[in-house]
């Protein structure tokens, strides 16, 4: 699912190309969504040469949502999966990522996010210490992220949904399924610099963890408190020299949290989070340096 992503689609393909699954891989469809930029020529180029590659191209933004909707109504393999396009794989994400659902009762299976960001800046050290969070917690429960596989058992998500793989994860477990965490399915992102970016990005996650716990009356586990501290604690020890830093992260989120339930009490404004403008310091992963995958490949899993 893609929007403007001149910058980085052609590094997401080849990562996808270059998988050690790659053979398990039956389609590949690219949902332009109101690019107004390369996007499209590039996936178009990519098509040329690889004949299980598809463009659909929307020409108004949508939203990632409707852009998935689009995607499942031409989807046919049993198992589907959703990425998206400002990532980088590991090489063996998608075969690690596939290996969960030889289980009959495993119907979704969520991939380990790890940002490239340095630690030595305080967003790059507060980006780090959130998915290093997330990873923590999915560990005992599972929470999706930025790459998922699952079942082909449901037709459409909500057209009103804000958070696609959370929406995916209880139709899911509505069919009866359960969701698993991959955490050798590594794939590489990167966080906002800056301090809107990191606020926008957080508040249209956060709203979306909200629309979910209404709707649906259930619990979103990085929403919890209990869960983010119990996982917090272990990090503030052993990053105690940044310790201002992991305080001033958790003040951030605690005003993000507080504002996007300021926000969601107001309807009208919250479904502009179906629809909203990306943070674009997210996307500048050329200027990270390839060797820095590697590093963290081997270092992540504690």
């Known amino acids: 699912m893609a929007y403007n992503e001149e910058q980085n689609i052609g590094r997401l393909l080849d990562s996808v190309l270059a ?15 109101g690019c107004t930029d390369r996007t499209c020529e590039i996936v178009q180029s990519y098509a040329a040469r690889e004949p299980r590659l ?13 852009a998935i909707n689009r995607f499942l109504f031409t989807a046919t393999q049993e198992i589907l999966m959703v990425s998206s396009a400002d990532l980088i794989y590991d090489p063996h994400a998608v075969e690690r990522l596939l290996a969960p659902l030889d289980d009959p009762e495993v119907g979704m ?19 780090n210490l959130m998915w290093s969070l997330h990873h923590d917690i ?9 790459l998922i596989a699952f079942r082909n058992v449901f037709r459409r998500l909500n057209p009103k949904a804000i958070c696609d793989e959370l929406s995916i994860h209880q139709l899911i477990r509505s069919a009866g399924y ?13 966080g906002p610099e800056t301090l809107d970016d990191f606020i926008s990005q957080r508040m249209h996650c956060i ?8 709707d649906h009356n259930v619990p979103v586990s990085t929403m919890r408190t209990l869960p983010v501290l119990r996982a917090a604690l272990p990090h503030a020890l052993r990053e105690w020299r940044k310790l201002h830093w992991t305080i001033t992260a958790g003040t951030l989120e605690l005003y ?3 504002k996007a339930q300021t926000v969601y009490r107001s309807q009208p404004r919250a479904t502009r989070y ?5 943070a674009g310091t997210t996307k500048s992963l050329e200027s990270m340096d390839p060797s820095t995958v590697a590093e963290k490949s081997s270092t992540v899993i504690r």
């Open 178 to 190: 359960r969701s698993v965490y991959a955490a050798d399915a590594r794939i590489y992102n990167k």
């Open 207 to 214: 709203v979306g963890n909200l629309q979910i716990m209404r």
């Open 19 to 33: 998988q050690s699954a790659s053979g398990r891989i039956a389609k590949i469809v690219v949902v332009a969504s």
């Open 256 to 258: 993000c949290r507080l």
């Open 274 to 278: 179906r629809v909203w403008d990306p």
């Open 138 to 146: 999915s560990l005992r429960d599972p929470k999706m992220g930025e």
């Open 109 to 127: 299976v969520g991939a380990h996010s790890i940002p490239l960001d340095s630690t030595d800046t305080f967003f790059g050290y507060a980006v």
């Open 54 to 66: 598809a463009l659909i191209a929307e020409p108004a933004r949508s939203g990632k949502v409707a």
